[in-house]
């Protein structure tokens, strides 16, 4: 079992920038970040839940929606088992919750369904004024 924790959210101007940090641990001794894809999706007020972006801990490989291509950068410091992701050049329709999940080994093609995620925190949430 993985435990993911949402942190970094909050009210912002349009145009501005906010981080996002994920903080992962597991049940099992000797868990490492190393093992997992990350992802993080987000989801507005009734609107499915898309995928944002995804890091492949293992080796760095990053994968992004069309909808934050350039304006969004994840990165993951294993040794803190935390992934972040930064988002710049906020836009009133970045608003929504902001979660991370968790999937064993790498992102794959299908990053961007939530169902491909096995582990979900609860969320941090993002508001972008106009």
């Known amino acids: 079992e993985v435990q993911l924790v949402e942190s970094g959210g909050g009210l912002v101007q349009a145009g501005g920038s906010l981080r996002l940090s994920c903080a992962a641990s597991?049940?099992?001794?000797?868990?490492?970040?190393?093992?997992?894809?990350i992802g993080w999706f987000r989801q507005a007020p009734g609107k499915e839940r898309e995928g944002v972006s995804c890091i492949s801990s293992s080796d760095g490989s990053t994968y992004y929606a069309d909808s934050v291509k350039g304006r969004a950068t994840i990165s993951s410091d294993n040794a803190k088992n935390t992934v972040y992701l930064q988002m710049n050049s906020l836009k009133p329709e970045d608003t929504a919750v902001y979660y991370c999940?968790?999937?064993?080994?790498?992102?794959?093609?299908?990053?961007?369904?939530?169902?491909?995620?096995?582990?979900w925190g609860k969320g941090t949430l993002v508001t972008v004024s106009s």
């Open positions: 597991g049940a099992a001794s000797g868990f490492t970040l190393d093992d997992y894809a």
């Open positions: 999940a968790s999937g064993w080994g790498a992102c794959g093609v299908s990053w961007y369904f939530p169902a491909g995620m096995d582990y």
